[in-house]
């Protein structure tokens, strides 16, 4: 039985591992609060308790946390970093949100371990990854990502190989801003229609008959109508990513839109807004001036 550790088991890894359970493999999860391993257990996962530990015998190691650091922290660690715990042949996934330059590192410390890492971060929130209907964006050697192939098909809808290690870094800050851009511009709009008088629903609903309407934006401006801030995608970190394409970049300057649509985010983490789904971000704008 191929044997697959999860490391972070927050809104996304918890689902992620619980479906790799139901798909038949063994597995084996860590999570910096012992308590969100709990359930996972209970569907039949074995717990462990540093990452270098749930690393060990694993055929396939996956994390999914925050940022760059902590997954620095959770791979590299000299006493409890999950490399030092896996055996060569064995392939790392890294599917959290990262900068490219971080992901070559990692791609650099785990071949000299004898381990090919696959950098496979997600397009999807919540919902999809409850569903298994995740878009993967992989970047890495062809031969690695077959060998995956049944790992990550059991949590995903489509894999997308978009080239070496850091294009699917790349791929997935462009994916996030594309779509936080939107969210703003939405709550923008949707502030604006709302102090004009106008039935936001009904112009909406013309908008969306044009060819300017995306899919996307159709769910944004159904949350941000109904007050749904349950947290899909929480504030903090797409204003994370957004950090994090700027810096790809090379400065504000070098992307004007993305850096203006990131001080809309930081606008709403400085309100007290960080935890909250995204759309949450229309409330900026919804207030009387």
């Known amino acids: 039985m191929t044997r ?40 039949g996962a074995r717990a462990a ?10 055929d396939f190691v996956m994390a999914m946390v925050r940022d760059d650091d902590a997954s620095r922290q959770i791979w590299l660690d000299s006493a409890t970093g999950a490399l ?12 959290s949100t990262l900068t490219p330059g971080w992901i070559r590192e990692l791609g650099s410390q785990a071949a000299s371990q004898g381990v090919a890492l696959l950098e496979a971060p997600v397009s999807g929130t919540t919902p999809q990854a409850q569903a298994a209907q995740l878009v993967y964006l ?10 995956a192939t049944p790992v ?18 790349l ?11 939107q969210v703003t511009v939405i709550g923008e709009l949707i502030g604006m229609l709302q102090h004009a008088g106008a039935d936001v629903g009904r112009v909406l609903e013309a908008v969306a008959a044009t060819p300017v309407w995306s899919t996307v934006a159709g769910r944004i401006a159904g949350l941000m109508q109904a007050g749904d801030v349950t947290p899909q995608f929480p504030i903090a970190l797409i204003e ?7 810096q790809q970049a090379g400065s504000a300057d070098a992307v004007p839109t993305i850096a ?4 809309v985010f930081r606008h709403a983490l400085a309100e007290g807004l960080g935890k909250e789904n995204m759309t949450s971000v229309v409330k900026l704008f919804t207030q009387k001036p």
Do not use: C
Not at 49 to 58: E, K, L, N, Y
Not at 139 to 146: K, Q, V, Y
Not at 174 to 181: E, V
Not at 240 to 246: L, P, S
């Open 4 to 43: 697959v550790a999860v490391l972070g088991l927050g809104a996304m890894g918890s689902r992620m591992a619980a479906n790799l359970i139901r798909a038949g493999f063994q597995v084996t999860v860590w999570n910096r609060s012992p308590q969100a391993t709990a359930p996972l257990i209970a569907a």
């Open 49 to 58: 308790t540093t990452p270098r530990d749930a690393a060990d015998g694993a």
């Open 84 to 95: 030092a715990g896996m055996g060569p042949g064995a392939v790392a996934i890294e599917s």
């Open 138 to 147: 992989i970047g890495g050697d062809a031969d690695t990502l077959a060998r």
């Open 152 to 169: 990550l098909s059991a949590m995903g809808s489509s894999l997308q190989h978009v080239g070496d290690l850091g294009a699917g870094a």
């Open 171 to 181: 791929t997935k800050l462009a994916t996030n801003t594309l779509l936080g851009i």
């Open 240 to 246: 994370k990513d957004f950090g994090y394409t700027v």
């Open 260 to 263: 203006a649509a990131r001080q």
